[in-house]
DNA sequence: CTCCTTACTTCCCAATAGATAGTAATCCTC
DNA sequence: GAGGATTACTATCTATTGGGAAGTAAGGAG
């Protein structure tokens, strides 16, 4: 049973109740998120666009998830001072870098959806 | 624009609102479902083993996140009418097919965990 | 001065998460 | 045979989160 320590040598453990794994894993184990980051993967998406593309979204949790995505890292948010206002979201290295796990899990879910009784 | 109908040739796509594949991709993108997948992933497990295993859950919310993984075929619960009773929870082959992003998914929460600042 | 666009906030309610305590069945001990 | 132990839950209550509808701000166009 691995323990969550903060020493020279780390032993992270997502099923440790206090290991930071957890709330990271809270994070992206997350339908926006998973949709958000995704939506990413192509390239740098302004608001609205992110809005669009995520049917079904409404301005306030986009807004949260996007928040929460920024703070630990996943993207930068870059304003553009042009008028009409012009905010775009890019993926940092972070981003990219989780954005392979996710896209697997998005990919099996429409593979084997047809298989799941709901 | 990918549309997700149920017709001879399916396009089934997690951006579409009216998509199964939300409400598949809604109880998988789950911290406590990635978990008990995760912990089901060396054999079946008992109840008490699992609560044991996922530090930190609640009887409510395991026996919610069981229950919901079952309706969708993704385990099976096996109940032996032993004394005390003993309830054995195992993967379907859905199950155990879903484990590979999922454990990516742990995998790349655990090795990237040092990188975010929350 | 009003309309339009973009990108959000704010408000409110409903659904979910989570903690704590209790239940039921059956044996084992004293 | 009363009380405790064990296993697997259920019930209750509260706090947090999710989600929809509407409102706000900034600035240019007409």
Same mark, same amino acid.
């Given at each position: 049973?691995?323990?969550?320590?903060?020493?020279?040598?780390?032993?992270?453990?997502?099923?440790?109740?206090?290991?930071?794994?957890?709330?990271?894993?809270?994070?992206?184990?997350?339908?926006?998120?998973?949709?958000?980051?995704?939506?990413?993967?192509?390239?740098?998406?302004?608001? $609205?666009? #992110?809005? /669009?593309?995520?049917?079904?979204?409404? !301005?306030?949790?986009?807004?949260?998830? &996007?928040?929460? @995505?920024?703070?630990? $890292?996943? #993207?930068? /948010?870059?304003?553009?001072?042009?008028? !009409?206002?012009?905010?775009?979201?890019? &993926?940092?290295? @972070?981003?990219?870098?989780?954005?392979?796990?996710?896209?697997?899990?998005?990919?099996?879910?429409?593979?084997?959806?047809?298989?799941?009784?709901?």
């Amino acid at each position: 049973m691995m323990r969550c320590e903060s020493g020279e040598h780390d032993h992270h453990d997502v099923y440790s109740a206090l290991c930071p794994c957890r709330d990271v894993l809270d994070l992206l184990a997350n339908k926006w998120s998973a949709l958000v980051i995704g939506a990413l993967e192509a390239g740098p998406q302004r608001f $609205g666009a #992110l809005q /669009r593309h995520l049917q079904g979204v409404s !301005p306030k949790v986009l807004t949260q998830t &996007l928040r929460r @995505l920024e703070d630990a $890292g996943f #993207l930068d /948010r870059t304003i553009y001072p042009a008028v !009409p206002l012009h905010v775009e979201y890019a &993926l940092t290295s @972070l981003g990219q870098s989780v954005t392979v796990p996710l896209a697997l899990l998005r990919t099996w879910v429409e593979q084997h959806v047809d298989q799941i009784k709901l």
